[in-house]
């Protein structure tokens, strides 16, 4: 079965710092997407990134890019330039491309705090 | 558009009541998901639905019903409730295909308290 480990339950960082959250999953299947997701105090879950795992170049939004080691099954987030409105839970997850497979794994997520 | 939409927001329930979890898109997004987040923890499947009429188990289905007779909504029915079901239920919803293929779009989410 897929898991997905994010081992920094918390993390703090300096307004206008860099900061990066790590994530480790499992699995047997050589295709598949990743997410970061954001959940800021509204509870809204918002998608920040995603990467396609048969794509070797590391996906990139504006402030948000990723670190896709394939081979080590690791998946990292990193914010450049933190603002104040980052604060929020991220949560890691995986889906397999298997057409009719919709089951997300989610990590159990990292509280990120921005320091003014 | 208002994207994904979910009522109640707040709900307590007595054990052994029973309630129904609205949520709708207008996203004319085939499918449609149901997920509850436990404190501390990430998301967990409960029910999806690809379409109209259809509708498939997550991962932890046990204790609740879904249908699907429309695109826009996928309700979610508890039958008996029970204080293991004290969660914080989202709805979500996705396309088919397209540029956005495979994100999942969520709604504010519900927070339910079983007493």
């Known amino acids: 079965a897929q898991t997905v480990t994010q081992s920094q339950p918390e993390m703090s960082v300096q307004e206008a710092e860099t900061v990066t959250l790590s994530c480790t999953y499992d699995?047997?299947?050589?295709?598949?997407?990743l997410f970061w997701y954001k959940q800021p105090p509204s509870r809204q879950m918002i998608l920040v990134i995603r990467q396609e795992a048969y794509k070797q170049q590391n996906a990139t939004e504006n402030r948000f890019s990723v670190n896709f080691q394939k081979a080590a099954k690791s998946f990292s987030l990193k914010i450049s330039d933190s603002q104040l409105g980052d604060a929020a839970m991220y949560f890691c997850?995986?889906?397999?491309?298997?057409?009719?497979?919709?089951?997300?794994?989610f990590g159990t997520g990292t509280r990120l705090t921005i320091i003014p | 558009n208002a994207g994904v939409t979910q009522t109640p927001k707040f709900r307590i329930l007595k054990i052994g009541q029973s309630m129904t979890l609205q949520c709708a898109q207008d996203?004319?997004?085939?499918?449609m998901y149901w997920y509850r987040q436990d404190p501390g923890m990430g998301l967990k499947l409960i029910y999806y639905?690809?379409?109209?009429?259809?509708?498939d188990k997550g991962e932890v289905p046990n204790g609740y019903n879904v249908s699907r007779s429309t695109t826009e909504d996928f309700p979610l029915r508890l039958e008996l409730a029970a204080p293991s079901q004290t969660s914080v239920y989202f709805c979500?919803?996705?396309?088919?295909?397209?540029?956005?293929?495979?994100?999942?779009?969520f709604g504010p989410g519900t927070r339910l308290t079983v007493l």
């Open positions: 997850a995986y889906k397999e491309k298997d057409f009719g497979n919709e089951k997300l794994t």
């Open positions: 979500a919803s996705r396309a088919l295909s397209g540029k956005s293929d495979n994100e999942q779009f």
């Open positions: 639905s690809v379409g109209a009429g259809i509708t």
């Open positions: 699995t047997s299947e050589s295709d598949y997407y």
């Open positions: 996203m004319n997004h085939n499918y």
